[in-house]
């Protein structure tokens, strides 16, 4: 028997766009992306209730396992910065990309093609319908470049809630050039920002800022309301138990699961 709570799926316009979506003529393998393992196309609440619209990039290894967006590393950072500003439930998540990037040079590009850039325009369309949204945090340069895009048209210049615009979870990666400090500086403006505006939070809580790296309480387990029926418990809260497989030539296509 089922016990924790699940998603049991998006409802209204949500279910019509997850019903009607660009296939792989549109987001071609040959052009960067990861075609074969299907869209992915939110975390969250797809049902008219969010208030917080949070945007990211576009899913990776987990997430195609899951089939919900921002579940592995960066999406239990973003749990915690989320549920930092009060919302434990009403969030939607949404990808700039709907398909998996396999090459990122090859398919940033293809951030505004006239296809992609529509029918991302009329999930965002449908998150704000419902006019309950009241703040939006972009994670990265192409979520931003997405919300830009969407704010130049007729719905978006409509659009009263506030916009903060933060480094993507993962920015910090080994070797790069943004530190763990630097990220979580960065992150406590967002939340900063953001807190002074949101009127309606799940739970209504201080802010309390990031020191110099995570703490175990800011890297939460996923809740399990956000994800389909029977998913084990071990994937919403662990980290890194997908990636691309170790065989060369076959990253494209396969991955690699180890249960922890």
């Given at each position: 028997m089922i016990?924790?709570?699940?998603?049991?799926?998006p409802t209204g316009a949500f279910k019509t766009l997850c019903q009607n979506y660009p296939d792989d003529t549109v987001f071609r393998d040959a052009d960067?992306?990861?075609?074969?393992?299907?869209?992915?196309?939110?975390?969250?609440r797809a049902n008219g209730t969010a208030r917080l619209l949070v945007i990211?990039?576009?899913p990776a290894q987990t997430e195609a396992v899951t089939?919900?967006?921002?579940?592995?590393?960066?999406?239990?950072?973003?749990?915690?910065f989320v549920e930092k500003l009060g919302y434990t439930k009403r969030y939607l998540m949404l990808n700039a990309f709907l398909y998996?990037?396999?090459?990122?040079n090859m398919a940033l590009p293809h951030l505004n093609d006239p296809d992609i850039q529509a029918y991302r325009h009329q999930w965002l369309e449908a998150a704000f319908a419902p006019g309950k949204i009241e703040a939006v945090v972009t994670f990265g340069n192409p979520a931003f470049a997405a919300w830009t895009a969407f704010r130049a048209t007729p719905a978006g210049q409509t659009v009263t809630a506030v916009h903060h615009r933060a480094l993507h979870p993962t920015a910090?990666?080994?070797?790069?050039?943004i530190t763990r400090k630097e990220l979580l500086e960065n992150w406590n403006v967002a939340l900063q920002s953001l807190h002074a505006d949101i009127q309606h939070p799940d739970v209504a809580k201080p802010l309390v800022p990031y020191g110099d790296d995570f703490t175990p309480e800011e890297l939460?387990?996923?809740?399990?309301?956000?994800?389909?029926?029977g998913l084990p418990a071990w994937m919403r809260g662990t980290d890194f138990w997908a990636g691309m497989s170790?065989?060369?030539g076959t990253q494209r296509a396969n991955i690699s699961i180890e249960v922890p």
């Amino acid at each position: 028997m089922i016990t924790d709570p699940f998603d049991a799926g998006p409802t209204g316009a949500f279910k019509t766009l997850c019903q009607n979506y660009p296939d792989d003529t549109v987001f071609r393998d040959a052009d960067g992306f990861r075609a074969l393992w299907g869209p992915i196309f939110y975390r969250g609440r797809a049902n008219g209730t969010a208030r917080l619209l949070v945007i990211g990039q576009d899913p990776a290894q987990t997430e195609a396992v899951t089939r919900r967006i921002l579940s592995g590393q960066a999406g239990r950072r973003v749990q915690g910065f989320v549920e930092k500003l009060g919302y434990t439930k009403r969030y939607l998540m949404l990808n700039a990309f709907l398909y998996g990037i396999y090459n990122q040079n090859m398919a940033l590009p293809h951030l505004n093609d006239p296809d992609i850039q529509a029918y991302r325009h009329q999930w965002l369309e449908a998150a704000f319908a419902p006019g309950k949204i009241e703040a939006v945090v972009t994670f990265g340069n192409p979520a931003f470049a997405a919300w830009t895009a969407f704010r130049a048209t007729p719905a978006g210049q409509t659009v009263t809630a506030v916009h903060h615009r933060a480094l993507h979870p993962t920015a910090d990666k080994p070797g790069g050039p943004i530190t763990r400090k630097e990220l979580l500086e960065n992150w406590n403006v967002a939340l900063q920002s953001l807190h002074a505006d949101i009127q309606h939070p799940d739970v209504a809580k201080p802010l309390v800022p990031y020191g110099d790296d995570f703490t175990p309480e800011e890297l939460p387990e996923i809740p399990s309301r956000d994800f389909p029926a029977g998913l084990p418990a071990w994937m919403r809260g662990t980290d890194f138990w997908a990636g691309m497989s170790p065989t060369p030539g076959t990253q494209r296509a396969n991955i690699s699961i180890e249960v922890p």
